[in-house]
């Protein structure tokens, strides 16, 4: 991930090196913090990279399952790992508030005597203190959608699988805001701390159908990932059992700009891979389309920037900054 912070340096979280590198505005190289390893200001896994209040520069580690924080030139100031919710291990945080305060997923775990349909799973959305401590439940909403496949006919037991053009629940932390959108239809709730809905945007606008073309293009794409003929059949099996929704998600994921505004990617059919945006101001008026360069995966957005990740033919990851213009 990257971020950039109010004097208008870039910070890169690395995966490869498990650094956090710094950039001058203009892009040269300043300095490294952390590194691989277990110790004070390390990384197993480096997850997430987010400018807190002050530019403190707050991590999430997979592997290690653990945040840090950082000062904005680099100093390591203190890690914590999240308590259990209600007796439930969290995920590492996916965002922090305005007064440092995190945010994290919690799921709830899935039904017991599933039936071999599509489940849902559901999770809370919790808020964090700088130190772990779980301070509530900000929402429960669905996780994502599973398709529960029967391991062994014989000897039973179950897989929980990712359903193809299932719905996931996309959250997006803003000032003392949570943005939460379930996917189905295209609606975003607008929530407080406590749970509160603030505000509720839509767009009256239709999901895509899947087609017959969309499910065979997926089931392609499922068996010429297999990396051997054991798990080419087990993705077959999975194909021939898998149900398929009658329409997409609404869309496939969403950003908040620096001035709240929000930022929406088009889901968009297999084989289309043009990148669509649109783009509502903070009173939920839409703005238009935009559309980003192929292999650009915009992370931050301020007033007058999109900063992002642009991968090359070679697949080499690029950091990209491009100039915002608004009308």
Do not use: C
């Not at 999240?82 to 995190?102: I, M």
């Not at 179950?158 to 003392?176: E, P, S």
Request: glycine share 12%; charged share 25%.
């Amino acid at each position: 991930g990257a971020a950039r912070l109010s004097d208008g340096r870039i910070v890169v979280a690395d995966g490869g090196s498990q650094e956090l590198r710094f950039y001058a505005p203009s892009g040269e190289h300043e300095r490294s913090a952390g590194g691989r390893g277990g110790g004070p200001g390390e990384f197993g896994l480096v997850s997430l990279v987010a400018a807190g209040p002050g530019d403190t520069i707050w991590t999430a580690d997979l592997r290690l399952n653990r945040v840090s924080m950082f000062g904005g030139t680099g100093e390591f100031i203190r890690s914590a790992n999240l308590e259990s919710f209600e007796g439930r291990k969290p995920s590492p945080p996916t965002g922090v508030f305005a007064d440092g305060s995190l945010f994290a997923v919690v799921a709830l775990p899935p039904p017991p005597d599933p039936k071999p349909d599509p489940v849902q799973v559901l999770a809370d959305y919790v808020r964090y203190d700088p130190t772990g401590l779980p301070l509530g439940s900000v929402a429960r909403a669905p996780l994502s959608d599973h398709f529960v496949q029967a391991v062994s006919p014989r000897y039973g037991g179950v897989a929980y699988w990712g359903l193809a053009f299932g719905r996931t629940t996309t959250t997006r932390v803003y000032g003392d805001r949570v943005f939460l959108g379930e996917g189905t239809t295209y609606e975003i709730r607008v929530l407080d701390t406590a749970g509160g809905v603030r505000e509720v945007i839509r767009v009256a606008r239709d999901p895509l159908p899947v087609t017959e073309g969309d499910i065979q293009a997926y089931r392609e794409a499922q068996v010429a990932a297999a990396g051997d003929d054991n798990a080419r059949r087990a993705m077959e099996r999975l194909n021939a059992e898998m149900p398929f929704p009658t329409h997409k998600p609404a869309y496939a994921d969403f950003l908040v700009d620096a001035g709240g505004g929000l930022w929406v990617e088009e889901y968009n059919r297999p084989g289309d891979e043009i990148p669509r945006w649109s783009v509502l101001q903070r009173d939920g008026v839409w703005m238009g389309t935009l559309v980003f360069p192929l292999r650009f995966e915009p992370l931050d957005i301020g007033d007058d920037y999109v900063l992002g990740l642009w991968r090359d033919a070679d697949d080499v990851e690029h950091v990209l900054m491009y100039e915002l213009v608004k009308p």
